[in-house]
């Protein structure tokens, strides 16, 4: 076995040991044989925050589109095979998906060009007016 996958082995093993040792099992093992557990509390309802209703927002268009591609591939393509037309429309969506962030980027990339010439000629006039002002 390669040295990095036992590496990687050991640490998962070690973190997996841990969080059965922190992560609530111990209360198993403090109670007395046959008392039962006391019944907890049933959480609040807490509304979810922006960032939650983003990200669920964002993974309904993405489940959509998912959706909507394969079923359009299955009434075109793959009408014999509905399962090929579902793993195809994963992967569609995926792709488009990768590329609409990259759309993005090179939008900001360019942007980031643009607000720098702008920043440039700012204070260039800036100090021209200045040190017109002064004369």
Do not use: D
């Not at 109670?31 to 509304?47: I, L, M, N």
């Not at 075109?76 to 429309?89: C, L, T």
């Amino acid at each position: 076995m390669n040295k990095k996958i036992k590496g990687i082995c050991y640490l998962l093993c070690t973190i997996y040991i841990l969080f059965l040792s922190c992560g609530g099992s111990h209360f198993l093992y403090a109670r007395e044989p046959g008392e039962t557990p006391a019944v907890s509390q049933a959480p609040q309802v807490v509304k979810p925050k922006v960032i939650e209703q983003i990200a669920n927002f964002l993974y309904s268009i993405y489940n959509s589109l998912t959706e909507g591609l394969s079923f359009l591939l299955e009434q075109s393509i793959f009408k014999e095979y509905p399962k090929v037309a579902e793993f195809y429309g994963q992967v569609a969506s995926f792709l488009i998906s990768i590329t609409s962030l990259y759309l993005i980027l090179l939008l900001v990339t360019a942007a980031k060009k643009v607000i720098g010439v702008v920043l440039i000629l700012g204070w260039i006039l800036f100090i021209v007016t200045i040190v017109i002002r002064a004369l």
